[in-house]
Each structure stands twice: as structure tokens, then as C-alpha cells.
């Protein structure tokens, strides 16, 4: 029984709600409940539009028939700018990735030239040129 009641009362409360929106948004409008014929014949106007217009709106052409020049120019166009943003996107990721891949070199070759560095500074005899193959060995 008590589901009956709140059932119920749901409804009801959704329905005032409901009907108290309309009447809000009547309001915030700022339609006019006297003239309501005269409101709905100026919306009628505004959303519907002549018959010929609607007549070439509505006309297709047929799938076997040839396109326009201009339907041929819009979508060349379309194809064309598509293209572009796909040269942009691959360009910049290319870009990308061989700057990453100099700045990983560059990591490599510091790190290279530090251990040589420090592995002449170890084996260094005090000669010249000072590499370990130079060295004289009596």
C-alpha cells in the first residue's frame, strides 16, 4: 500500500512540476495568452517557408545522374583541405620525432665522450699523444 501512495505521489508532484515549467517558460518568452492565434500564425511563418523553396530543398538528384560543377568544386575542396590537415598532422609528427631522436643522440654522444674522456684520464702515462697504444713498453 505504501508503494501505491508514493507512486502516486510522484506523479502528481511530477505533473505540477511539469505544468509549472510550461507556464514558466511562457512566461520567459514573453508570449501573449490573448493573442495566442496571432503567436502561433507568426511561428508558423518563421518555421515553415514557401513551397517552392521547400520543392528545391526537397529536389535530389538522381544517383546516376552527373554532378554539378559546383558539387564537383565543394567536395575537390573538401578532399583538398582534408589532405592538408593530414600533411599538417604527419609533418608535425615527424617534427616531433626527429627532434626526439637528435636529442637522444645528442644524450648518447655526450655520454660516449664522457667514459672516453674518463677512461684516457685513467690510463694517461703522462706521454704523447696519450692513448694506451702509443704507450713504450721497455
Not at 507556464?23 to 511563418?45: D, I, N, P
Request: aromatic share 10%.
Amino acid at each position: 500500500m505504501a508503494w501505491r501512495q508514493l507512486f502516486l505521489i510522484c506523479c502528481l508532484s511530477a505533473v505540477v512540476l511539469l505544468s509549472t515549467l510550461r507556464e514558466g517558460t511562457a512566461v520567459a518568452v514573453g508570449t501573449r495568452r490573448l493573442a495566442g492565434q496571432e503567436v502561433q500564425e507568426g511561428a508558423e511563418g518563421k518555421i515553415f517557408m514557401q513551397e517552392s523553396d521547400a520543392l528545391n530543398f526537397l529536389k535530389k538528384r538522381g544517383k546516376r545522374s552527373p554532378k554539378s560543377r559546383e558539387e564537383v568544386n565543394a567536395e575537390n575542396r573538401q578532399k583538398l583541405q582534408a589532405d592538408e590537415l593530414w600533411r599538417e598532422h604527419y609533418e608535425e609528427q615527424r617534427n616531433e620525432f626527429e627532434n626526439f631522436v637528435e636529442e637522444q643522440n645528442d644524450e648518447q654522444e655526450e655520454r660516449s665522450r664522457e667514459a672516453i674522456e674518463q677512461w684516457r684520464q685513467w690510463h694517461s702515462d703522462g706521454l704523447y699523444p696519450p692513448y694506451l697504444y702509443n704507450r713504450h713498453h721497455i
